[in-house]
């Protein structure tokens, strides 16, 4: 008597295609991705006192400090923004890109534990930080527009169409964020010092970028190296955009796109080779 074949509703098999997102699988998972995104998010303001609060008050502090150092002591241009709204702007935008960043290149090393006793796809982890930081993101955004519908009331800031590039230029961030985090992520996975690298080097690239400065400031050679800065042409968008200042051109924007791009597409290529063998090395 012959038995009835089965049928698996799920196949488990090595992908060939190192450019293979497997974005169907993210897809199939996409409960997983709303677990792992909840759990971070709920995790980061858990047993505190103040909860969500402390989203708030990691701006307002750091903004007050570069108000002080950086606009009272060294007196940095803003290009006539008002300067609390200036350093608000662009702490906004850094802290999502580098708490993306570094939570994301430790994919494979804080992960390793899951990764070993079930399978799922493991492109679901670096994209659920992203959006998990995210939410951050939008908390923040929310306490940045309070203080720009202040300034604007007053008529101190002229914002323009290039508003509506806001939500594009969230996406370039997450997707450079997304890019060279897996990069390290796959790399640190052989090269343990390569974490303390990232995170030292994350606090050198933040005065490489306007953050603190407009891009008017730099001279020479030094503000022809800040276009190829992938984060130049997203930060200078979107004070341009909200408070009507800044040195920015859309070929500007237009650099750091196809840098991103070029960075993203090689962090999933690094990230697909790792991703089959790294539990031999972690």
């Given at each position: 008597m012959n038995e009835p074949q089965q049928k698996w509703t799920e196949t488990i098999e090595e992908s060939h295609s190192l450019f293979d997102l497997k974005l169907k699988e993210v897809w199939k998972y996409k409960d997983l991705v709303y677990m792992f995104v909840k759990r971070d998010f709920v995790s980061s303001f858990k047993q505190t006192i103040l909860g969500p609060i402390w989203f708030f008050i990691n701006p307002i502090f750091t903004t007050i400090v570069y108000l002080v150092v950086f606009g009272r002591i060294a007196k940095l241009p803003t290009d006539g923004a008002p300067p609390i709204l200036f350093y608000l702007a662009g702490v906004t935008l850094w802290n999502y890109f580098s708490t993306s960043l570094l939570a994301t290149s430790s994919t494979f090393s804080g992960n390793s534990a899951i990764f070993g006793k079930v399978y799922f796809p493991r492109l679901?982890?670096?994209?659920?930080?992203?959006?998990?930081?995210?939410?951050?993101?939008?908390?923040?955004?929310?306490?940045?527009?309070?203080?720009?519908?202040?300034?604007?009331?007053?008529?101190?800031?002229?914002?323009?169409?290039?508003?509506?590039?806001?939500?594009?230029?969230?996406?370039?961030?997450?997707?450079?964020?997304?890019?060279?985090?897996?990069?390290?992520?796959?790399?640190?996975?052989?090269?343990?010092?390569?974490?303390?690298?990232?995170?030292?080097?994350?606090?050198?690239?933040?005065?490489?970028?306007?953050?603190?400065?407009?891009?008017?400031?730099?001279?020479?050679?030094?503000?022809?190296?800040?276009?190829?800065?992938?984060?130049?042409?997203?930060?200078?968008?979107?004070?341009?955009?909200?408070?009507?200042?800044?040195?920015?051109?859309?070929?500007?924007?237009?650099?750091?796109?196809?840098?991103?791009?070029?960075?993203?597409?090689?962090?999933?290529?690094?990230?697909?080779?790792?991703?089959?063998?790294?539990?031999?090395?972690?």
């Open positions: 679901v982890t670096p994209l659920s930080i992203v959006l998990s930081n995210l939410m951050r993101f939008g908390v923040q955004f929310l306490l940045f527009l309070v203080c720009w519908a202040y300034y604007f009331s007053k008529g101190a800031v002229h914002p323009n169409i290039w508003i509506l590039a806001t939500p594009f230029l969230i996406i370039l961030m997450a997707f450079f964020a997304l890019g060279v985090g897996m990069i390290f992520s796959s790399l640190t996975t052989k090269y343990k010092d390569l974490s303390m690298l990232l995170g030292f080097g994350v606090s050198l690239y933040m005065y490489s970028t306007p953050v603190i400065y407009p891009v008017s400031a730099l001279k020479g050679i030094f503000k022809s190296l800040a276009y190829y800065n992938p984060l130049t042409g997203i930060f200078e968008c979107f004070k341009y955009a909200w408070l009507g200042v800044g040195d920015f051109s859309p070929v500007m924007l237009g650099i750091s796109s196809v840098i991103i791009v070029i960075l993203l597409m090689i962090g999933i290529v690094v990230f697909n080779k790792v991703e089959k063998t790294f539990m031999d090395t972690v």
